[in-house]
């Protein structure tokens, strides 16, 4: 096994995922959702599962990780590599029913695709599987030092490549190509990739809180909206922010300043100890108060680390206390069909004394493009 500086740190996260196994009545672990794998053992391919017993590790992969996977698996943990030749589960479950015969293993059941589930299980149902939800993604809600470094980095590489994006805009460009720029840039800056499909959306097209970046050339007086990430280390960030292409009108400006004081509003309530519904409440006031709160069909933010949309979710139903090194996105926003819409998205980690922003980056009024 590959000696890096991680091994400690899957240590101490192997050895908290054993003690929450213990609290669910279970034999064994099969973890298999990639996030969580790359969590547990810092294996950042695509193809991986973790199978945990109390004293027993195994980690499982095919053949095209061979090689990745002795540089990057733990060295100061005790994890036995094995090599699915054919790439099949069944290579798995045969291993999991010499290991675990009899006994209760819990698997990622939300995760696990149908077809897979039934190769795991086997014909003789050596093992019994039980789904348990959720343990791996509890233990990578709060994240520690290094890890809110890294979605800093993510953040600040995104927010950097967007600053120098937003003078090659203007009129006449089509929404994929600020797109490619702003992609281009981030890579340009040290980023894996994206976290996520950029969202370019210009005009009317702004108000689909999801659109798909098309190909409409963008004119004089749209709105602008581009909700974008970079990925770094395998960790991601998830930024929105808003323009006009020339001079605002004055409705831009008054739904521009309403989506900031309600994300303002949500980041002040933002601390240790809050419920996601309470966060997202705060921002939710600010619209209702003007009759608007049909105009905000969705939550006010959700987690972020290894993946793009992780927990804790900040929505109406998020009964979960957030935790200090939590980190989540605050993303209201306002959409008008027809019109358009407006969000402003950025990045904070919980703290017990409230909450920061991972990277500054302006937003304090409704900014003209080009700049
Ligand atoms: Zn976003
Ligand atoms: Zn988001």
């Known amino acids: ?115 897979d589930w039934e190769r795991l299980r086997g014909e003789d149902e050596a093992v019994e599987w039980q789904s348990v939800p959720g343990v791996v993604e509890a233990l990578r809600a709060a994240k520690d030092d290094d890890e809110i470094a890294l979605i800093g980095k993510a953040a600040e590489i995104a927010a950097a490549a967007l600053l120098e994006t937003l003078p090659t805009v203007r009129p006449g460009m089509r929404e994929v190509d600020v797109a490619a720029e702003l992609e281009y840039r981030m890579r340009r800056l040290g980023a894996e990739g994206a976290a996520f499909e950029v969202i370019v959306a210009s005009g009317a097209r702004t108000a689909l809180p999801h659109a798909a970046t098309s190909e409409r050339e963008m004119r004089e007086g749209d709105l602008l909206l581009i909700d974008f990430g970079a990925r770094w280390r395998g960790y991601c960030s998830d930024m929105t ?58 939550s006010s933010g959700h987690g972020l680390g290894l993946e793009v949309h992780e927990g804790p979710r900040l929505g109406r139903r998020s009964e979960e206390r957030l935790q200090p090194g939590t980190v989540v996105t605050v993303e209201p926003g306002l959409y008008f069909p027809g019109w358009g819409g407006i969000r402003i998205e950025d990045d904070l980690v919980v703290t017990t004394s409230g909450a920061g922003v991972l990277v500054e980056l302006e937003k304090h009024r409704l900014r003209s493009l080009p700049s």
């Open 241 to 298: 922010r808003t323009f006009v292409l020339g001079e605002p009108q004055a409705r831009q400006r008054e739904v521009y300043d309403l989506v900031l004081a309600a994300q303002q509003a949500a980041c002040a309530a933002l601390r240790d100890g809050v419920t996601g519904a309470e966060v997202d409440a705060a921002a939710r006031a600010v619209f209702t108060a003007r009759g608007l709160e049909d105009r905000f069909p969705h």
């Open 1 to 115: 096994m590959g000696m890096n500086n991680a091994s400690s740190t899957a240590a101490q996260r192997l050895a908290r995922v054993r003690a929450s196994l213990a609290e669910h009545g279970l034999d064994g672990l099969l973890v298999s959702q990639i996030a969580n794998v790359r969590y547990l053992t810092g294996f950042s391919g695509s193809s991986g599962w973790l199978l945990l017993g109390s004293d027993r590790a195994l980690f499982f992969t095919d053949g095209r990780y061979e090689t990745q996977a002795e540089e990057e698996l733990p060295g100061d943990v005790d994890l036995e590599l094995v090599i699915l030749r054919d790439g099949s589960i069944a290579g798995l479950s045969q291993r999991a029913a010499q290991e675990f015969a009899g006994r209760r293993v819990g698997f990622e059941g939300q995760h696990v695709a149908y077809g």
